[in-house]
C-alpha cells in the first residue's frame, strides 16, 4: 500500500482526493495545519510522514485579488510548491502539483498542448507558471505538473453552487458566451490524478479536464437543466459586460493528448460529469 500527503486538503479537489483515495495510507494536511511555503515545517511532514506520493492541491485561487496582493499569490502558488519540491528532493518520492490554465494567454483557436507557449496576463496565471517552473526545475524526474480548469465541487464556493443560487434568485440570468473551456468536476479530476499517482507515466506536464468544451453560457444552460429550469432564463452576454480586476483567459481548453499517450485514462464528457454531479447530490447545500 502506498503512502499518500495530500496538501491543500480542505479545498474542493483536497477533499475529493481524500475520498478517491479511502482505503488508502492518507495524510490530509489543510492550510491552517500545514503551510507549504514554511521549509521546516514542510521537511518535518516528510521526515515524518516518509509518503511515496505527494499531491499538492493547496493554492491561493483568488485570482481577483491577486492582483493587488500578488506576494501573497506567489507565497503559497510559487514558493510553497517549490518548498514541497526541495523538501521531496533526495527521497524515492513522488510529487503531483497542480496547475491551471491561466498560465497561458487564453488566445488560441486550438486545444492549448503541453509543450504551447505559455503567456500568463494575470498575477495569478503568473504565480502558478512560476510554481510549475520551479516543480520541474528542483523535481524534473520525479514531478508531475498536471493543469486543469473549470473546477467545480461540493466542497467551497465555485460556479455551479454560484448559478445554483442565481437561479433561485432571479428571473433571468446573464453570463458571458466569449469565454470557452471545460468544465471539470473535482471527483473526476481527484480520480485521474490517483490513477496517475498509481502509474508508470513519464515524469512531466499534463493536462486533465473534462472531455469536450463549452461557454460559461453553455455551462449554465446546462446546469439550469440539471436543476429542473428553464434554460431559456440564462442569456448570453459578453465579458466586457462584468469587468474584472484579473483579466480572462478567452480560451482555456487544454489537450489532454499526453495524458492518453501515457496511458492513463481520459476524464469523462463534461456534459455527463455534470450529470453525475447532480446525481451525487454534490450541491446540497447550494
Given at each position: 500500500m502506498s503512502r499518500w500527503l495530500i496538501t491543500g486538503a480542505g479545498g474542493q479537489l483536497g477533499t475529493d482526493l481524500s475520498a478517491a483515495l479511502s482505503g488508502e495510507d492518507i495524510y490530509a494536511f489543510r492550510h491552517g495545519q500545514l503551510d507549504i511555503a514554511d521549509a521546516a515545517a514542510v521537511a518535518g511532514v516528510i521526515a515524518r510522514v516518509q509518503p511515496d506520493v505527494v499531491v499538492n492541491a493547496a493554492a491561493y485561487t483568488a485570482v481577483d485579488a491577486a492582483e493587488s496582493d500578488e506576494d501573497a499569490a506567489y507565497r503559497v502558488n510559487a514558493a510553497g510548491p517549490a518548498v514541497l519540491a526541495a523538501s521531496l528532493s533526495g527521497t524515492t518520492a513522488r510529487l503531483i502539483h497542480v496547475s491551471t490554465d491561466y498560465v497561458f494567454a487564453g488566445d488560441a483557436a486550438r486545444p492549448y498542448g503541453v509543450d504551447d507557449v505559455t503567456g500568463p496576463k494575470s498575477a495569478y496565471g503568473r504565480t502558478k507558471l512560476a510554481g510549475e517552473i520551479a516543480?520541474?526545475?528542483?523535481?524534473?524526474?520525479?514531478?508531475?505538473?498536471?493543469?486543469t480548469a473549470w473546477v467545480y465541487g461540493a466542497t467551497g464556493k465555485n460556479f455551479v453552487k454560484t448559478m445554483i443560487r442565481l437561479e433561485r434568485e432571479h428571473e433571468t440570468v446573464s453570463v458571458v458566451d466569449d469565454q470557452r473551456g471545460s468544465?471539470?468536476?473535482?471527483?473526476?479530476?481527484?480520480?485521474?490524478?490517483?490513477?496517475?499517482?498509481?502509474?508508470?507515466?513519464?515524469?512531466?506536464?499534463?493536462?486533465?479536464?473534462?472531455?469536450g468544451d463549452t461557454t460559461w453560457f453553455g455551462f449554465t444552460r446546462a446546469i439550469f437543466e440539471e436543476?429542473?429550469?428553464?434554460?431559456?432564463?440564462?442569456r448570453p452576454t459578453a465579458t466586457d459586460a462584468f469587468p474584472r480586476p484579473a483579466p480572462r483567459p478567452a480560451y482555456?481548453?487544454?489537450?489532454?493528448?499526453?495524458?492518453?499517450?501515457?496511458?492513463?485514462?481520459?476524464?469523462?464528457?463534461w456534459r455527463d460529469a455534470?450529470?453525475?454531479?447532480?446525481?451525487a447530490d454534490a450541491f446540497r447545500e447550494g
Open positions: 516543480v520541474r526545475e528542483v523535481l524534473p524526474e520525479a514531478s508531475y505538473v498536471v493543469r468544465p471539470t468536476w473535482s471527483a473526476d479530476l481527484a480520480g485521474g490524478l490517483v490513477e496517475l499517482g498509481r502509474s508508470s507515466a513519464p515524469s512531466g506536464i499534463y493536462h486533465g479536464t473534462n472531455r436543476l429542473g429550469a428553464d434554460p431559456a432564463r440564462v482555456s481548453v487544454l489537450s489532454d493528448a499526453a495524458w492518453r499517450a501515457a496511458g492513463l485514462r481520459p476524464l469523462p464528457h455534470l450529470r453525475r454531479a447532480f446525481a
